[in-house]
């Protein structure tokens, strides 16, 4: 097997020289550098990356933060996240919270071990001072959440304004009675979602009906139990703002099955624009997020951080959202897809 004496042999170069080439060091031209490459070429030569971590003090390696990969919303930008960051040389570990406040501080030990260069959260279950503890021992960024005494770079659209919209639409089509569903009123995101909803029923003096149950929207199941709920509590709610297009979806077929006409009888709104809100019959209105865009950026300005090494002032980017109007919530019409 080569080792680094030979490449200097066989490209007539120091050692030394070779190393530089090797570690991404300045101080060698282009010229002694193709050299090298050439030499590790011919020979067949491998550099030890782990003695260059060691020798760098990095990973070359992130986590990504999330609540539950089955949920095509992360699970797409997830594969976002890994394109980018295997861009810049670097891998990603993909860690699932499952919701859960203490499995989030043991991937953020991931941090202060130093198993990890940096850290992308796309869900916070925490209150923010105990994240902050962290952020000595590598940068973290934000992704999809807002929370508002974070010190750190976030990314992410207008939750609240994003639901105001969907809400709103939900008002024009003619619904009176409206209900909000969400996941869990602990994330940044539901609350903003609530304060969106909540902005419009009152601005236009609609009804709304709230229930414990409307708080555990997670999945395609959970949708069509909450449907069943909704019958039995108050059917004459006739529109509903989710936080999911799963969740949407599930609320929907079990409605088609009951004899309730979507959106005649009940229209429904979800979130996140996935394949299934355009597979459903009737197509879901709901609302599109840019993820790879998110995603990309996100990556990009942690392996930013990671590589200046400081710590780094709270930064805001902000991208659009845009309302997919479909059948859940409209007569069948031209529709854009």
Not at 43 to 70: C, D, F, H, M, W
Request: hydrophobic share 35%; net charge negative.
């Amino acid at each position: 097997m080569p080792t680094i004496e030979d490449v200097a042999r066989h490209a007539g170069l120091s050692r030394t020289t070779v190393s530089r080439v090797i570690n991404d060091q300045p101080y060698v031209c282009d010229e002694k550098r193709q050299r090298v490459v050439g030499a590790m070429r011919d020979l067949g030569y491998v550099p030890n990356s782990s003695a260059r971590r060691l020798r760098s003090q990095k990973t070359e390696t992130i986590a990504i933060l999330l609540p539950r990969i089955t949920n095509p919303f992360f699970s797409h930008m997830i594969e976002a996240m890994e394109k980018k960051a295997s861009e810049w040389g670097y891998q990603v570990i993909i860690c699932q919270t499952h919701y859960s406040s203490q499995k989030e501080l043991d991937y953020l030990e991931l941090l202060r071990t130093k198993q990890v260069d940096g850290m992308i959260m796309t869900s916070v279950h925490n209150e923010w001072s105990a994240i902050e503890e962290y952020l000595p021992s590598g940068p973290i960024v934000l992704c999809n959440e807002n929370i508002e005494e974070a010190n750190t770079s976030i990314i992410y659209i207008d939750q609240q304004e994003a639901a105001y919209d969907a809400t709103t639409h939900l008002i024009e089509q003619g619904c009176e009675k409206l209900a909000f569903l969400s996941g869990g009123m602990d994330s940044s995101i539901a609350l903003s979602r609530r304060r969106g909803f909540m902005k419009a029923v009152q601005q236009y003096n609609v009804s709304f009906v709230e229930h414990d149950d409307f708080n555990q929207a997670v999945d395609v199941e959970s949708g069509r139990e909450i449907f069943q709920s909704i019958q039995q509590e108050d059917a004459t709610i006739d529109g509903i703002f989710t936080g999911s297009d799963e969740v949407a979806a599930g609320i929907i077929y079990e409605a088609m099955n009951n004899g309730v006409s979507i959106p005649d009888d009940l229209a429904v709104v979800g979130f996140d624009n996935q394949t299934i809100s355009k597979l459903m019959n009737p197509s879901i209105t709901t609302v599109e997020q840019p993820v790879v865009e998110m995603a990309e950026k996100c990556v990009e300005i942690l392996i930013q951080q990671i590589e200046q090494r400081g710590r780094h002032k709270r930064e805001d980017y902000i991208f659009p959202h845009t309302l997919k109007k479909r059948t859940s919530t409209t007569k069948p019409m031209a529709i854009p897809m």
